[in-house]
């Protein structure tokens, strides 16, 4: 999954978007999944390499993509199925070019398969595909290099699930494909054998603005401000009060003042356009930001604070980003997820480190990455 980041009200004004942006990461090492050479666990961030020129970061899994400002795209950690589209199955501890081409704008990531999307705004997918048509190119047939998911060049963005995934067009239509166990394709039906292996839109509105997938559920907001969710409700995180899965869009309650809004599986975040920051669903380990540990089936407000740009939830855990570029984080901190230099949960959100020239941040099931300028 890629971060979710406020439209119009980016981190930290005062950072030039040609300035020299490093890359960090901390957490679980396992498979290389940090990219500094080692498995060894990192509980606070670290600078992957020396180079400035960082520009998009994606995560799930042990697998981790990154983006550079040049158009080039690097890949590292665990590589079981080909997900790192090198050509074969060998993890990698650093990154990695994939291919020569400097022609990438957007990169997305599930439990073992790669969306991304190139200038032309056409649609490549690599990894798993034997079981869900994951991939979206209408075959069974994994595939450890990049290929091209139908003919055309009208892609604008690309969200993935665990083995599904999400898509708008340049013409404001939604798309999805892969598996619909709990109706995360929003198409209607749900079931543990029902798949689509090539896009399909989602209803015939060309009203959708963003879209964001946890594993097995979907959130959207609409240009006209409204939340909208859909598929696995287990813990209330689809915030429409109860815990029940639905199969098609639904919408949050009646307002029409939400600004971006992010899945991280379980749990959910949410921005309005005030800039207040709400949480949704599971709570056990305080991955709401709300100071306990109670689940939500609808969105509350974390803090009173109204500054938040960017948002990164997944697997039990959270990172943002505020307007002033600070980084905070809170949630599960098994393996030092949280970046706190320790392994004590946090239920609020908790400063990472002192800095305020953090631009983007991503956190996968056992580790995170992020941009600083």
């Known amino acids: 999954m890629l971060f979710q980041k406020l439209m119009g009200k980016g981190p930290a004004s005062m950072v030039s978007p040609s300035a020299p942006k490093t890359l960090w990461a901390w957490g679980a090492g396992y498979l290389g999944a940090l990219g500094l050479g080692d498995g060894i666990y990192r509980s606070s961030p670290t600078q992957v390499g020396a180079l400035t020129t960082w520009s998009q970061v994606a995560a799930d899994g042990r697998s981790r993509r990154a983006l550079k400002t040049d158009g080039t795209l690097w890949v590292w950690g665990d590589n079981t199925s080909g997900q790192l589209g090198l050509g074969d199955i060998l993890h990698r501890s650093s990154p990695v070019q994939v291919g020569a081409l400097a022609v990438w704008t957007t990169v997305a990531l599930g439990t073992a398969h790669t969306q991304a999307i190139k200038i032309d705004g056409t649609l490549w997918a690599w990894g798993t595909n034997t079981t869900y048509g994951t991939l979206g190119d209408g075959t069974l047939i994994n595939r450890s290099s990049p290929v091209q998911i139908g003919t055309l060049g009208t892609w604008s963005s690309v969200t993935v699930g665990g083995t599904n995934n999400s898509a708008l067009k340049t013409d404001g239509t939604l798309w999805s494909w892969g598996q619909s166990y709990f109706g995360p394709l929003g198409l209607g039906t749900a079931g543990p054998g029902l798949t689509c292996s090539s896009p399909t839109q989602v209803g015939t509105l060309n009203t959708?603005?963003?879209?964001?997938?946890?594993?097995?559920?979907?959130?959207?907001?609409?240009?006209?401000?409204?939340?909208?969710?859909?598929?696995?409700?287990?813990?209330?995180?689809?915030?429409?009060?109860?815990?029940?899965?639905?199969?098609?869009?639904?919408?949050?309650?009646?307002?029409?003042?939400?600004?971006?809004?992010?899945?991280?599986?379980?749990?959910?975040?949410?921005?309005?356009?005030?800039?207040?920051?709400?949480?949704?669903?599971?709570?056990?380990?305080?991955?709401?930001?709300?100071?306990?540990?109670?689940?939500?089936?609808?969105?509350?407000?974390?803090?009173?604070?109204?500054?938040?740009?960017?948002?990164?939830?997944?697997?039990?855990?959270?990172?943002?980003?505020?307007?002033?570029?600070?980084?905070?984080?809170?949630?599960?901190?098994?393996?030092?997820?949280?970046?706190?230099?320790?392994?004590?949960?946090?239920?609020?959100?908790?400063?990472?480190?002192?800095?305020?020239?953090?631009?983007?941040?991503?956190?996968?099931?056992?580790?995170?990455?992020?941009i600083r300028a």
């Open 208 to 370: 959708w603005r963003n879209v964001s997938a946890g594993t097995n559920n979907r959130l959207a907001v609409k240009t006209d401000g409204t939340l909208w969710a859909w598929g696995r409700d287990q813990y209330g995180q689809l915030g429409l009060g109860d815990i029940i899965n639905r199969s098609s869009p639904v919408q949050v309650g009646t307002l029409a003042t939400w600004s971006i809004a992010s899945s991280g599986g379980d749990h959910s975040l949410a921005v309005k356009t005030d800039g207040t920051l709400w949480g949704i669903g599971r709570n056990n380990k305080g991955q709401l930001g709300l100071g306990d540990l109670v689940l939500r089936s609808s969105p509350v407000q974390i803090g009173t604070l109204a500054n938040w740009s960017a948002l990164a939830p997944k697997s039990q855990g959270s990172l943002a980003i505020k307007t002033d570029g600070t980084l905070w984080a809170w949630g599960y901190n098994n393996g030092g997820g949280v970046g706190s230099g320790d392994g004590i949960d946090r239920s609020s959100p908790v400063q990472v480190g002192t800095l305020a020239t953090w631009t983007g941040v991503v956190r996968g099931a056992y580790a995170s990455l992020a």
